[in-house]
């Protein structure tokens, strides 16, 4: 298998200047594959096979040998079917979606394709590849399956897909018929965040944490007692439906906004700024603080969630390159 895909994808390198080769460019969603974009080639299976095909024709017009001639063209028509039979096994298919979660630069994407095909027909033994990841799948009649790729990232910002190689080896694996996917859509990839950063910035409000707290304000939350908590704390409703004593945890209304300021840290280079804000903004997200960010050119404000995450990390991973 391994020999086979490698012999596909040189020959694929060496056929792509041609005008013929397609895509030539990225192509918007739905791609469907056509009859003109589909090529076949013999393994090294079917390569065998017609040498041993060649080679009994010659024996049996030498010896006259109609029976072993009968066989020889027998064996010759079902091959030539089934290189038609891969051909229409891609013809029609379509990639009707594709999507995939941010993740970290270094961390392995999972990539999510949606398929369909044409004609009602069963499609079976396909492969995709792209990279190093690689997922075998069947398209079923009037499915729509949902395959999953695991594709290698290595920078922060738009991540760019190289072209995918769709491929079967059905019926016989005489041959593989395989076609270029290259959709136009591009993934964010975070930027990694710093390992061993510092803790976070104080925040702007009179306590000496991120979210200080006081009594007497607005309550937070419930938590259990602890030795040291004023009675009045207590939540005797509460604690008796959960059958242990809890307490209410007020927050105080002077906290206010943690900043992580892109010129808070004029001692750092630009990649490894971004990887600062970038486990800063994970550390506020996993402290419940409210965090704003300050960038050269962008102002996030104030807020917390997976929205306000994603807005941070989104904003680091596409600032330029220095």
Not at 108 to 117: G, N, S
Request: hydrophobic content about 45%; some cysteine; proline content about 7%.
């Amino acid at each position: 298998m391994a020999e086979a895909r490698d012999g596909v994808e040189r020959f694929g390198d060496a056929m792509a200047r041609f005008a013929f080769v397609r895509p030539k460019r990225p192509e918007a969603l739905p791609v469907r594959i056509g009859r003109n974009r589909i090529y076949v080639l013999p393994t090294g299976f079917g390569l065998f096979l017609g040498a041993m095909l060649v080679s009994m024709l010659v024996g049996g017009l030498n010896y006259n040998n109609n029976p072993a001639l009968l066989l020889v063209f027998l064996l010759a028509g079902v091959a030539n079917n089934s290189l038609v039979h891969a051909h229409l096994i891609l013809s029609g298919i379509r990639l009707r979606s594709l999507h995939a979660d941010p993740v970290f630069a270094g961390e392995r994407m999972r990539l999510k394709l949606r398929f369909e095909a044409d004609g009602g027909r069963e499609r079976p033994g396909l492969e995709l590849i792209l990279g190093d990841g690689r997922a075998d799948f069947d398209i079923g009649a009037g499915e729509e399956p949902e395959v999953q790729l695991d594709i290698q990232t290595r920078r922060r910002g738009w991540l760019a897909l190289e072209r995918m190689r769709l491929s079967t080896l059905r019926p016989f694996g005489l041959a593989r018929a395989w076609s270029w996917l290259r959709p136009d859509t591009p993934l964010l990839v975070y930027p990694a965040p710093e390992i061993n950063a510092p803790p976070l910035p104080a925040s702007l409000g009179d306590g000496d944490s991120p979210r200080s707290r006081a009594h007497g304000e607005q309550p937070h939350h419930l938590r259990e007692y602890r030795a040291g908590d004023m009675p009045r704390q207590i939540a005797w409703k509460a604690s008796a439906r959960a059958d242990k004593l809890l307490v209410r945890e007020y927050e105080s209304a002077a906290a206010r906004d943690v900043v992580l300021d892109w010129n808070a840290l004029p001692e750092l280079g630009r990649e490894a700024r971004i990887a600062r804000l970038a486990r800063w903004v994970l550390e506020a997200e996993r402290s419940g603080s409210r965090y704003a960010l300050h960038l050269p050119d962008a102002r996030i404000p104030a807020g917390r969630g997976a929205d306000q995450r994603h807005a941070c990390l989104r904003a680091l991973a596409l600032l330029p390159d220095g």
